[in-house]
């Protein structure tokens, strides 16, 4: 079992910044694929960034690029999501997920994530 907690969302207007992060607990944090998700009201869940186990690599949605970077600590068993020039649609529920198994590589697909945390809000008004 894994357990993730997602922290750090809130309210912050256009251009502003934010950090998120992820606790987990339960396996050994660095066999995880980690990855970042969100879903914005009457919408589907999106790929935001994945990171590999070693944080070596790292890959972006599009419309972040740029403007969001991951990182992970493995020592702290934790994940961040480190936002920047926020957009206003940026704002929706980000959720980060575990990828477990030890050949697994980095995935876009939420589908393939075996364990979600509860989420945390974020939104940029304009």
């Known amino acids: 079992q894994v357990q993730l907690v997602e922290s750090g969302g809130g309210l912050v207007q256009a251009g502003g910044s934010l950090r998120l992060s992820c606790a987990a607990s339960?396996?050994?944090?660095?066999?995880?694929?980690m990855g970042w998700f969100r879903q914005a009201p009457g919408k589907e869940r999106d790929f935001v960034a994945v990171?590999?186990?070693?944080?070596?690599?790292?890959l972006y949605a599009d419309s972040v690029k740029g403007r969001f970077t991951a990182s992970r600590d493995n020592a702290k068993n934790t994940m961040y999501l480190e936002m920047n020039s926020l957009k206003p649609e940026d704002t929706a529920v980000y959720y980060c997920?575990?990828?477990?198994?030890?050949?697994?590589?980095?995935?876009?697909?939420?589908?393939?994530?075996?364990?979600w945390g509860q989420g945390t809000q974020v939104t940029v008004s304009s």
């Open positions: 997920a575990a990828r477990l198994s030890s050949r697994a590589g980095i995935s876009t697909f939420g589908h393939d994530y075996n364990y």
């Open positions: 339960g396996r050994t944090f660095s066999s995880n694929v």
């Open positions: 990171i590999s186990r070693s944080g070596s690599t790292i």
